[in-house]
């Protein structure tokens, strides 16, 4: 049979645990099946929620400040706010001035900031119901 590649995203709770003197976790999945996860594998693979079920301001900025913000001006009156998020994903928005007389670095980013939080809003949103659900066929 040929091997396939299959996407999934879990909810789980988890306590840190050593195993053989090693860091890592213990995990409980939905179904309570359990398992042990060495630290670093189980921090690259999961990100802490402050809620089972839902999200909240705290998870998005934190999701922003675990990536990367670039900053720059394009042009006389434009910013551009680029976001790497820790999972290599980018969110890129612009701020765009009428007057470059009036034109501010820090105003536009606060507005690009404004609409990147917003896209990780909905796009985190969508990640928790997957978690939250998992997949499930059309009428079940």
């Given at each position: 049979m040929e091997k396939q590649t299959y996407l999934g995203v879990k909810r789980v709770e988890a306590y840190p645990e050593e195993r053989d003197g090693k860091p890592g976790y213990a995990v409980i999945y939905p179904d309570g099946y359990k398992s042990w996860s060495p630290r670093a594998v189980f921090e690259a693979a999961y990100f802490l929620s402050e809620k089972a079920?839902?999200?909240t301001q705290n998870d998005i900025d934190r999701m922003i400040e675990e990536g990367e913000v670039h900053v720059q001006t394009v042009g006389e009156k434009t910013t551009l706010v680029r976001v790497v998020l820790p999972t290599g994903f980018e969110l890129v928005e612009t701020a765009a001035f009428v007057d470059p007389a009036d034109?501010?670095?820090e105003y536009g980013a606060q507005i690009c900031m404004k609409k990147i939080k917003d896209s990780l809003w909905f796009l985190m949103g969508f990640t928790l119901q997957w978690a939250h659900?998992?997949?499930?066929?059309?009428g079940e």
């Open positions: 079920n839902s999200l034109y501010s670095e659900k998992g997949l499930k066929a059309k």
